[in-house]
């Protein structure tokens, strides 16, 4: 079989989630956007609620409606984009709760779904989501009036603890909360480790609970298994791959192994990239291509029948720096083509 193995660690994932809780005071939410950052938002959500995880969080609410079919009732679904226009009958269909994040949206939400929970999202200065501070003010009391069942900000630059930005969300936060009944919530994985002063009354993490920075400390949480098609031997002088960038300087063995960009193995890690063997590492060799890679197996005194990219020895943000890029985007860029392979919790 020449498709790749993906091995998603469901226990490790819960077991970030509950590193993390122990973290903070408060309730910890789970995010689950963007099919759980890519690993399979059902398996990953089944498994958190199991841990016991009752709220969780989605970007758009058709992603809502996927997770609660996977959850079934009860557990909160949060919809962080809000009431979109179209979005009515899935909220109520699939009893989401949207954060609104603009004076059209609630009056969109009161009018549709008169009596329906919502949570409210503030702007404390990323400028991306939510009201900001004229706009919160016009419609605070009406707002708080209907129970909103969250009032949450995000933080623009909570993986740089000591980047003043955190500290002046905070404080805008606290102020355009202050004294409200409602349930708080400003953290993020970042958001956790800057400290209890960022956690009130639920946290947010998601890039953490699957193994990414900024929690350091994190269970790693994929391992990516690739296949070796085809092993051949190189004179000096002779390339590999396209436009000819890798020329070998000395006789050398190459495998050539089965999954490329199309995976969402980008291409951009190129030749800083790596995989191992046995403990051995092996150093890609020529570009990568959209469903192949070349690796130099010259130093292995084995023949492998397959290499990992991703595991114990190298994890996800390792592959990001190759690539210039956050785990973030590695983890919601692998493809659909792998073997996904799940260690139950
Ligand atoms: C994605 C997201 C999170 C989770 O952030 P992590 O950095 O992955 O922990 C939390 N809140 C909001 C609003 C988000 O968009």
């Known amino acids: 079989m020449a498709q790749a193995t993906l091995t998603v660690n469901l226990g490790?994932?819960?077991?970030?989630w509950r590193a993390l809780a122990a973290?903070?005071?408060?309730?910890?939410?789970?995010?689950?956007?963007a099919n759980a950052y890519g690993l399979g938002v059902e398996q990953v959500s089944q498994s958190l609620a199991h841990a016991g995880a009752r709220q969780f969080f989605v970007a758009v609410a058709d992603e809502g409606a996927a997770l609660r079919r996977a959850l079934g009732r009860?557990?909160?679904?949060y919809v962080f984009s809000g009431h979109m226009n179209g979005d009515t009958a899935t909220i109520r269909d699939h009893q989401l709760t949207p954060l609104i994040n603009s004076i059209d949206q609630m009056l969109r939400h009161v009018e549709a779904l008169p009596g329906q929970p919502f949570g409210l999202q503030l702007d404390t200065g990323m400028n991306r989501l939510g009201m900001e501070p004229s706009e919160w003010s016009a419609l605070r009391d009406i707002a708080?009036?209907?129970?909103?069942?969250?009032?949450m900000s995000h933080l623009a630059c909570a993986d740089e603890a000591h980047h003043?930005?955190?500290?002046?969300?905070?404080?805008?936060?606290r102020e355009m909360t202050e004294g409200i009944e409602a349930p708080r919530s400003l953290a993020?994985?970042?958001?956790?480790?800057?400290?209890?002063?960022?956690?009130?009354?639920?946290?947010?993490?998601?890039?953490?609970?699957?193994?990414?920075?900024?929690?350091?400390?994190?269970?790693?949480?994929?391992q990516l298994h690739i296949p070796v098609i085809q092993t051949r031997a190189l004179e000096p002088g002779e390339t590999v791959g396209y436009g000819n960038t890798f020329v070998a300087q000395r006789p050398m063995r190459i495998a050539t192994i089965s999954a490329g960009y199309a995976d969402g193995?980008?291409?951009?890690?190129?030749?800083?990239?790596?995989?191992?063997?046995?403990?051995?590492?092996?150093?890609?060799?020529?570009?990568?291509?959209?469903?192949?890679?070349?690796?130099?197996?010259?130093?292995?005194?084995?023949?492998?029948?397959?290499?990992?990219?991703?595991?114990?020895?190298?994890g996800v943000d390792l592959l990001a720096d190759w690539a210039g890029t956050i785990g973030y985007e590695v983890l919601t860029s692998l493809g659909a083509?792998?073997?996904r392979v799940y260690l139950a919790s």
Do not use: W
């Open 12 to 16: 490790a994932i819960c077991d970030n």
């Open 144 to 151: 708080l009036a209907q129970a909103p069942r969250l009032v």
């Open 265 to 314: 193995l980008l291409r951009a890690m190129g030749p800083r990239a790596q995989l191992v063997s046995g403990g051995q590492y092996c150093p890609v060799a020529g570009r990568v291509s959209m469903d192949l890679i070349g690796v130099d197996i010259t130093d292995l005194a084995h023949e492998p029948e397959t290499l990992e990219l991703i595991g114990p020895h190298q």
């Open 23 to 33: 973290r903070s005071q408060s309730e910890t939410g789970a995010v689950v956007k």
């Open 188 to 222: 993020a994985t970042g958001g956790i480790l800057l400290g209890a002063g960022y956690h009130f009354d639920m946290t947010r993490p998601g890039i953490g609970l699957y193994g990414g920075l900024p929690f350091a400390e994190a269970k790693p949480v994929i």
């Open 164 to 173: 003043p930005m955190n500290n002046h969300q905070l404080q805008a936060f």
């Open 74 to 77: 009860g557990p909160e679904i």
């Open 337 to 339: 083509r792998y073997n």
